[in-house]
């Protein structure tokens, strides 16, 4: 199975699901596709769509799935990243209405400079090519800091 996920604001990214769906017509994506899509309206005879999901149905899409396809958001991706999952991602583009301003082009930029998610252009054109190639990538394995990030904040707090 391959999991979509759009977040849960309230823009639109249906480019993404167009592309998903004519991946899957032209067999690039042979698995069953569940896409979690928010406020988009969008239907589709090939993928199942979900407006949104619980937190336990969320991650265990996310656990089942073979890979996942998700927007630039941190959030998506990260939890992605946590169960060691490949992530093709997506930026939304503010000339499309897709979110407010071009943020998710830094996000996109800056977690494929760690080389832990396979990342797509601004125009989605190549998805199929890198849907063909999944297996073939080879991404680092994604570390949280967290841990210590909170140890290192708790220190801060203690010493005032």
Same mark, same amino acid.
């Given at each position: 199975?391959v999991?979509?996920?759009?977040?849960?604001?309230?823009f639109?990214?249906?480019?993404?699901?167009?592309?998903v769906?004519?991946?899957?017509?032209?067999?690039?994506?042979?698995?069953e596709?569940i896409?979690?899509i928010?406020?988009?309206?969008?239907?589709?005879?090939l993928i199942?769509?979900?407006p949104?999901?619980?937190?336990?149905t969320?991650?265990?899409?996310m656990?089942?799935?073979?890979?996942?396809?998700?927007?630039?958001?941190?959030?998506?991706?990260i939890?992605? +990243?946590?169960?060691?999952? $490949?992530i093709?991602?997506?930026p939304? &583009?503010? /000339?499309?209405?897709?979110h407010?301003? @071009?943020?998710?082009?830094e996000? +996109?930029?800056?977690?494929s $400079?760690?080389?832990?998610?396979?990342? &797509?252009n /601004?125009?989605?054109?190549?998805?199929? @090519?890198?849907?063909?190639k999944?297996?073939?990538?080879k991404?680092?394995?994604f570390?949280?800091?967290?841990k210590?990030?909170?140890?290192?904040?708790?220190?801060l707090?203690?010493?005032?």
């Open positions: 199975m999991f979509v996920t759009l977040g849960t604001q309230n639109n990214f249906s480019r993404l699901l167009q592309a769906e004519k991946a899957v017509e032209n067999n690039a994506i042979e698995d596709v896409a979690q928010g406020n988009n309206k969008f239907e589709s005879q199942k769509c979900v949104f999901l619980d937190k336990e969320f991650v265990q899409y656990q089942e799935a073979r890979f996942v396809i998700s927007h630039a958001g941190t959030g998506s991706i939890s992605a +990243l946590k169960l060691e999952k $490949k093709i991602v997506a939304r &583009l503010s /000339k499309y209405g897709e407010i301003d @071009d943020h998710q082009l996000i +996109l930029d800056a977690f $400079k760690m080389n832990l998610i396979i990342p &797509l /601004k125009d989605l054109d190549d998805l199929e @090519d890198k849907l063909v999944i297996d073939e990538y991404l680092n394995t570390r949280s800091n967290t210590k990030f909170n140890l290192h904040l708790i220190d707090i203690n010493d005032l």
